[in-house]
């Protein structure tokens, strides 16, 4: 990194971690010029979507524990 980063980098880091996130994010919507405007509204659409479903019984849910454990497993046995 040029030194001019590196200068930049350092004082950022010495911000507050809210001040820290709200860059954050910021800077990673910046790079995302062809965002669908709708995303959000669709993204908050399918989580009150799966909810509903967890909540109704129609979804099953498993402990995170057993989760990690199968995805742990699966990922050893694709090496």
């Not at 350092?10 to 910046?30: G, Q, V």
């Amino acid at each position: 990194m040029t030194s001019d980063l590196e200068r930049l980098k350092s004082e950022l880091m010495a911000l507050p971690p809210k001040s820290r996130a709200l860059l954050a994010h910021t800077l990673i919507e910046s790079l995302d010029e062809d965002a669908d405007p709708d995303a959000e509204a669709l993204w908050v659409e399918e989580i009150r979507r799966r909810d509903r479903e967890i909540r109704t019984g129609v979804a099953k849910t498993k402990p995170a524990d057993q989760v990690l454990r199968e995805v742990r497993d699966g990922l050893r046995c694709s090496k």
